[in-house]
């Protein structure tokens, strides 16, 4: 169960070797999270941030868990939800792709959008059913600011996470009302591993804000979170402006 801080005591993270979800994870640890379940594909990196994990207190298990296999989603989660509730599912899993590769490639493209909605579509289907079950728990989404509006640059994946996050936010409403806490968080660019050679932009942050900002919208019972805050206006603005001179940024 949470606390009073809405920390959560055991959480499951799909896409376990996310820098913004470990970043998360090391933060909610440091609070009160005692039992972290990593879901994802096999990899050393998986099995070193369990082992990380488990260096700063949490019982850290791994689990093996492919988004493009959403057939295979009800029953892998459905063992994890077996062992014992889980107060906060972190859906953290996305590929950026290559976006002048995928125009070129539609099955490489295809691919960005199978794993960043169709992947997402299944796995959050299974976790949100499991957590309306035990009548309590947060469903976090990691969106982007992307999903707002087409840029020219990276559509295929902008249109991946416009996918998520309508999903997402359907879904909010479906569990409206039921325990089952469903949060959208949007961040800016932020310095990871998927943004490694990347121009950052002024509003630049890092996983560890946003895992600061994902611990006070889970306190806040927040339906939608954007990092940092103030992409929230740069994003409304841009969203309004005619396509002919949106068009013409160099976004
Ligand atoms: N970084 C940014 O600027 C930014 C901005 C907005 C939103 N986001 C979103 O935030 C989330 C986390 O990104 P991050 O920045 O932390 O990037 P990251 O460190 O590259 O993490 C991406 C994660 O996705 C996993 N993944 C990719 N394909 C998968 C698949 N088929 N099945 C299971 N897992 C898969 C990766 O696992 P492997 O180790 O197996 O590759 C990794 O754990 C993503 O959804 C991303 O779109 C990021």
Known sequence: MKDAFGTPQSLLILGGTSDIALATA???IA???????????????LENAAVHLRGLGAETHTITFDALGSESHEAILGKVFAEGDIDMVLLAFGVLGDQANDERDPVSAARVAQTNYTGAVSAALVCGRALQAQGHGSLVVLSSVAAERAR???FIYGSSKAGLDTFTQGLGDALHNTGVHVMLVRPGFVRTSMTTGLTAGPL????EAVAVAIELGLRRRSETVWVPGAMRWVMAALRHLPRTV??????
């Open 31 to 45: 609070r009160r999270t005692r039992t972290v379940w990593l879901a994802g594909r096999p990899s050393p990196d």
């Open 152 to 154: 020219r640059s990276n």
């Open 26 to 28: 090391r933060r909610m």
């Open 204 to 207: 630049a942050t890092t996983p």
């Open 246 to 251: 949106f068009r013409r940024l160099p976004l």
